[in-house]
């Protein structure tokens, strides 16, 4: 190891160790970040009908009482291109336009099966932003609710460190 390289890098380490403390005391949760808000307003009410259409609640909590919505919305304004939030703003539109005209009431004032014909009607739709919206969400929300808490603990069963050792066993 290069002597300037290591005089460097002890500095740094004793320059963080020093600055940590008063770094991490001073957060507060009006210093973090605030969540962005969704791409437009009154989105996350609707998506979470969309979602808790998906995947309603059962025996098992539903995609929205598990706040799938949130994660679905946070996904496409952070992770996916503009022409996927496109599609997703476009999409919330267009679940309202379909089911005013299947149904005659907003999507969110729909029954259960009334959202179900909704989301079947746009999944076959000549539309692409519909079908790209359904397909999209559905994606997402099938990823968010198997990768949540609760699926992953109660379901799943999921061990974070599987193949614990018993290093003390009588051998036959």
Not at 39 to 54: A, H, P, Q, R, Y
Not at 114 to 124: A, P, Q, T
Not at 133 to 140: G, P
Request: aromatic fraction near 8%; proline fraction near 6%.
């Amino acid at each position: 190891m290069k002597r300037r390289s290591a005089i460097k890098n002890l500095s740094m380490a004793v320059g963080v160790a020093i600055a940590w403390p008063s770094w991490a005391q001073a957060w507060t949760p009006e210093s973090l970040p605030q969540t962005a808000q969704p791409i437009f307003s009154g989105s996350l009410d609707l998506l979470g009908e969309v979602v808790e259409t998906i995947i309603p609640e059962s025996s098992t909590p539903g995609a929205k009482s598990l706040k799938v919505h949130v994660l679905v919305d946070r996904m496409i304004r952070d992770c996916y291109a503009p022409e996927a939030q496109q599609t997703y703003a476009q999409g919330l539109n267009l679940c309202n336009d379909f089911s005013e005209k299947m149904n005659q009431k907003p999507f969110s004032q729909a029954s259960k099966t009334e959202r179900e014909k909704v989301l079947k009607e746009m999944s076959v739709s000549d539309n692409p932003v519909a079908k790209g919206f359904v397909t999209l969400v559905k994606n997402l929300t099938i990823r968010g609710y198997m990768n949540s808490e609760y699926v992953m603990t109660n379901i799943l069963h999921f061990n974070m460190a599987p193949g614990y050792y018993h290093g003390c066993v009588p051998v036959k």
